[in-house]
Structures are given as C-alpha cells and as structure tokens.
C-alpha cells in the first residue's frame, strides 16, 4: 500500500496510473458528462495530465466522447465485476467444500487454471492422519493433477498442442505421466466420462478425485477434487463412494454459480 508521500513518490508507484483512476473516480451520477475542464477541476490535474489519461482511457474503451464532453462507458464495469464475480464465486464453492468436507471426512479443494497451472482458489480442509496441506493461491502443473486433467479436458486440440509444446513436464513422484500421448490418453478419458482420478502422480500415499465446475455458458469455471490418503481408501472406493457425492456437489455449485449471474443481469 502506499500511504505516504514518500511512498508516492518511490520508484514502485505508478503515477500515470494513479492518474488514470482518479479521471475515472471523477464521474458520479450526478457528474456523467464532464468537460476536460470539469475533470481538471475535480482531480486537482492538469488540463494536460487530464487530456492525456482521457485519450488513453478513450482509446481502450473505458471512456467516450461527444462535443467535447465524455463519459464512462460499460467496459468500466469490468473494473469492480472481476473482484465481485470472484469473491462472490468463491464464497458460494467454499460454503459447497465446507459441506462437502464435513459429509465424507475429507479434504476438499476448488482449482482454477492459469498459465499452465491449477490454483488453488478455495479449499476446506479435514483433520485427518496424514493431513494433505495445500493452502489458497498454491500452484501445481495442471497436467498431471486431477484438476488439471479437468481443466485441460476442455481444451480443443489446438489449444491442447500449444500447451503440451509450451510447459515443461516434470515427474513430481515415480507414478507421474510426462509421456505426450498418454498424456493425451488421459485427457481424452477425462472428457469422455467427465471426471478424473490422479493415483499418487503429485505425492506419493495420496489420490484424488475431480470434476469441473461449469458456468452458466457452459464453459468449465473451476474444479473441485477431494484428496484422500491411499492407505485409507483404495481406487475402486474413491470411485465409488466419493464421486457421486463429488459429481452432486459440483453440480450444486454450478448452478449456484448460473443463479447468482442471473439475478446480476437483472439487478
């Protein structure tokens, strides 16, 4: 954070950015169509500084014009609607873990992709002898994760190649896949039977159990996968006794997740 006029003034801060903001925070509704003068005046910024960041804001979408006069447009709505969509997402998959969680005894995580990754974006966790300790914002290779296999399922081929040319393949145990093509085996049973299991391929004594999240497009949100130690619960049981209780609970989220964005279309 930066708090204090020698923060503003370190190398880290960004001004142009700083300004960039406040040109957006000068508009309200009851001032929606404002002059170069009219922001100048209600950001203490210079017609120039002021010119600038509305040309920029312009430019990318966020700001219109008519008569020398400007105006937000929609596109500024992404600004809030990234951090509202999530932490609102997020609360709904975590209160859906929690239970999820209590009912079985195990530990449950939610995962989102990026940039070759699974992430860890919710997550309730079991006491359990051999606690399996993944915290939010942790990151494994999505390719050899029972997440991953889920996430990269939806992919089509060609999205598919340029992944499994552009990240690297790293054996995390003994039991982890690196080859290509069985690689693409398994991906393609994955999105054949809609889940998939990981026997010890990320940690030795522990597999999972995955399925996807989907959203109200149709397209996979996120995947939830509960974790279980090999020493309590074969293959043959995680299959049996935890994926219908798994494939119900994302089924729940997800249409949580279709109902919260309609009742925002209509607010």
């Avoid at 020698?6 to 002059?35: H, P, T």
């Avoid at 447009?73 to 992404?78: A, G, Y």
């Avoid at 873990?97 to 995580?109: D, K, T, W, Y």
């Avoid at 990151?139 to 939806?154: D, H, I, Q, W």
Wanted: glycine letters at 6%.
């Amino acid at each position: 954070m930066f708090d204090t006029e020698s923060d503003r003034k370190s190398g880290e801060f960004i001004q142009s950015l700083d300004r960039g903001l406040a040109v957006i925070r000068a508009f309200s509704n009851e001032r929606d169509l404002l002059s170069l003068a009219d922001v100048s005046k209600a950001t203490g910024l210079s017609r120039a500084s002021v010119r600038r960041a509305l040309l920029t804001l312009e430019t990318l979408g966020y700001v219109g014009s008519r008569q020398n006069r400007f105006y937000l447009r929609p596109r500024v709505l992404d600004l809030g609607y990234a951090f509202l969509s999530s932490s609102s997402s997020i609360d709904i998959t975590q209160d859906h873990l929690r239970r999820l969680s209590a009912r079985i005894g195990e530990s449950v995580s939610a995962c989102e992709y990026d940039d070759g990754d699974v992430v860890y974006v919710a997550r309730a966790a079991a006491e359990t002898i051999m606690p399996i300790r993944l915290g939010i914002g942790r990151r494994l290779p999505a390719f050899c994760t029972s997440t991953g296999r889920v996430l990269l399922s939806e992919f089509d081929e060609a999205r598919l190649d340029e992944y499994l040319r552009t990240y690297p393949r790293e054996k995390l145990s003994p039991a982890t896949i690196v080859d290509e093509h069985e690689l693409r085996d398994k991906i393609a049973e994955v999105r054949a039977q809609g889940w998939s299991l990981n026997n010890q391929e990320v940690d030795l004594g522990a597999r999972s159990i995955a399925a996807p999240v989907v959203g109200a497009d149709g397209r996979y949100v996120s995947a939830v996968n509960i974790s279980v130690s090999t020493s309590r619960m074969s293959v043959e049981q995680l299959r049996e006794e935890y994926l219908p209780q798994l494939l119900e609970s994302t089924t729940m989220i997800s249409a949580d997740l279709s109902l919260l964005r309609r009742r925002r279309t209509y607010e």
